[in-house]
């Protein structure tokens, strides 16, 4: 369980101190969902745990180059994650966890199907690597809690960005479950923005958080700020759900491009060939470069609504930790009578 870090000096604000924090020696509990070496380095720098995203690099040498690249922008740990999905002709995912290891990351976060040979590999040649897997459902969870090769649970709630699963269970629910049923510990994602959230994902047991929406909109996000604006402007109802007919259910910001996919896919006898030209990654790829917010389809979470301003990424884990700890340690303390 969390605890507070008191300091001797009154000019030093105080930090949280979780599981998370201490295997990883990291200042924050505060992990960055997938990124290149801008933003990696710029959450790691800022005390919190920069992700790279494997597959975002054409190919397992250029996976390589970037984590070297990210090293020389900070010499705080940072992580890797490799998300693993069927496809037709799927990426040589071997070659890529070999560069991980090649490079001597400390911290892999695997998500999508049962990554057990991945993960079994990293912890035969690199025993001390952090791994934290992401899961959608507590059967997952327990699932993967059995390969022995896992050492946190990245519980991802419906309010997430991108894909929640398909049984629709809010981080509430899912991070109470957790606490009860899992044997090693977990973090929160998924409508994760503040301080708030933060201190109540540890009141639900969590390790720690891991933010993505929360972290576009920041002054180091390699993205437009027409992007950054727009999510600023954003309420909590401004996303929706795509491809729930393909069982392959993602959020995504709504705008015209996605409600035109949206309305095409309830058709009966729909397929996704249907939308395909519409959601395709280099269309959504123009918004983020851009800042054609029509162009395509772009992820965005719950929390945009929690979102009103574009800080550093020092400021944002600053503040947060401060936040969360005067919850922790004043509202909530005093409530113990």
């Known amino acids: 369980m969390f605890q ?22 990291i200042q924050h509990p505060i992990v960055q969902w997938v990124g290149t070496a801008e933003m990696a380095s710029a959450v790691s720098n800022a005390g919190g745990l920069g992700m790279l995203t494997a597959l975002t690099q054409p190919t397992p040498e250029a996976l390589f180059k970037e984590i070297q690249r990210c090293r020389s922008m900070t010499d705080k740990p940072f ?13 040589p995912y071997e070659d890529y966890v070999s560069a991980i290891l090649d490079s001597g990351v400390k911290a892999v976060e695997t998500a999508g199907n049962n990554p057990s040979k991945h993960t079994s590999r990293i912890k035969e040649v690199a025993p001390s690597t952090v791994i934290i897997h992401k899961c959608t459902t507590i059967r997952h969870a327990l699932s993967a809690q059995k390969t022995k090769s896992i050492d946190f649970l990245s519980i991802d709630g419906l309010e997430c960005a991108g894909h929640p699963g398909e049984d629709d269970v809010g981080g509430l629910v899912l991070l109470a479950l957790a606490a009860r049923k899992l044997q090693i510990p977990y973090i929160a994602s998924g409508g994760i923005g503040d301080g708030r959230s933060l201190a109540a994902a540890l009141a639900l047991g969590a390790e720690g958080v891991n933010m993505g929406t929360r972290f576009m909109a920041t002054q180091e996000a390699p993205i437009h700020m027409n992007v950054k604006n727009q999510i600023v402007n954003s309420k909590e109802v401004d996303t929706i759900h795509l491809f729930r007919t393909l069982r392959n259910t993602a959020r995504f ?9 949206l309305e095409i896919e309830r058709k009966n006898g729909s397929k996704f060939s249907d939308i395909q030209h519409l959601v395709s990654g280099k269309r959504g790829r123009k918004v983020f470069d851009d800042g054609d917010l029509e162009a395509g389809v772009w992820t965005a979470g719950q929390v945009v ?16 930790v401060a936040d969360a700890v005067e919850i922790i340690d004043g509202r909530m303390h005093k409530m113990i009578v």
């Not at 979780?18 to 990883?24: G, V, Y």
């Not at 009103?308 to 947060?320: H, K, N, W």
């Open 4 to 25: 507070l870090r008191r300091f001797s000096s009154a000019a030093s604000p105080r930090r949280l101190r979780t599981k998370l924090t201490e295997a990883l020696g």
């Open 79 to 91: 992580g890797v994650n490799i998300t693993i999905l069927p496809a037709i002709i799927p990426p």
């Open 253 to 261: 910001f709504k705008n015209s491009i996605a409600m035109e996919a």
């Open 305 to 320: 609504g929690l979102i009103d301003d574009i800080p550093t990424c020092e400021e944002l884990l600053r503040s947060m």
